[in-house]
């Protein structure tokens, strides 16, 4: 398959159940929203390091939010609830009770009911108290800028964590401008976040290593400057790959993120040095998710995807 004089590669993304959650965070305004939002999803990129991987989805306006307020939604991602569900708990008294004006609510109603504020309520020492409204309880805790407003759960699903692609080109500034136009096409869809540092994730890894305490390492066959030394999958003209890592709610959420976002970077064509695209897996004998490329782009249900 050929897009754009782009090759994509005949190859699949092995992707992991996980389960995960959204949280709606509102603040005065934007800004100190994104504050809290920074913070909280701040040192989340991975749960190979981090425990959880988390990320902004989108901005809310007033109409969209519980206490009509402008806010942002971010999506967590853990391998297991508990995982999640101390993650959840810790980076809310860390980052959003501590953060001026913040307030925080559920952002998904279904699935299994989680604490979301609801034991961050004894910080209030006694003088929180709670009122309940279309069935849902939220706790009024006092702080010095006046009251921290947050449901007490929200919810938890299964989701899907590690959809990706691997952008090849001739040069780092090329693979670096695909990437950002994939992520800017991806980000204006629902349901997925990209974790890593401006979505964009340059060492990518294999499973195992030399060295007995690392259970991951770089990426040796995708290497530009290994190409003489070990078993490359690269071509003399590739001098950088770049890799986008997508987390959902669901696996059609990973699939249509994949679709627009290879789409976007092979709108900049060979002629800009864009030269392949493909994917990592782990032979099928991990994930129990996988994403071929060629299916995921020959669907044309997925073309300009909104929802």
């Given amino acids: 398959m050929i897009i754009n004089g782009v090759t994509i590669d005949d190859t699949f993304a092995e992707a992991f159940g996980m389960r995960g959650t959204r949280i709606i965070i509102t603040a005065q305004n934007l800004k100190w929203a994104y504050h809290a939002a920074n913070a909280m999803t701040g040192f989340a990129t991975s749960v190979i390091g981090c425990g959880v991987e988390a990320g902004i989805e989108r901005e809310l306006t007033a109409e969209e939010t519980p206490d009509a307020r402008p806010g942002v939604s971010i999506l967590m991602f853990a391998m297991g609830s508990a995982v999640l569900i101390k993650q959840l708990e810790t980076r809310m008294g860390q980052c959003i009770l501590t953060c001026p004006t913040a307030a925080a609510f559920a952002g998904i109603d279904g699935g299994d009911r989680i604490n979301l504020g609801k034991n961050l309520r004894f910080f209030g020492d006694g003088f929180q108290i709670s009122k309940q409204f279309g069935g849902k309880r939220y706790w009024r805790v006092p702080v010095m800028d006046g009251e921290f407003i947050t449901e007490e759960k929200t919810g938890m699903v299964r989701a899907v964590g590690g959809g990706n692609f691997l952008v090849l080109a001739e040069s780092q500034p090329q693979a670096l401008a695909a990437c950002e136009a994939a992520i800017e096409a991806m980000k204006k869809l629902p349901n997925v976040i990209m974790p890593f540092p401006g979505g964009i994730v340059r060492s990518g890894s294999k499973v195992g290593s030399k060295y007995k305490a690392l259970f991951a390492s770089t990426n040796d066959a995708f290497c530009p400057t290994l190409k003489g030394i070990t078993n490359t999958e690269l071509s003399p003209e590739i001098e950088s790959v770049m890799e986008i890592v997508i987390d ?30 493909s994917a990592g897996n782990y032979g099928g004998k991990l994930g129990q998710f996988h994403f071929p490329l060629h299916e995921i782009m020959a669907d044309t249900s997925l073309n300009g995807a909104s929802a």
């Fill in 248 to 277: 959902g709610l669901t696996d059609v959420d990973i699939r249509k993120a994949m679709h627009v976002g290879i789409a976007a970077a092979c709108a900049l064509g060979a002629a800009n040095g864009i030269k392949r695209i």
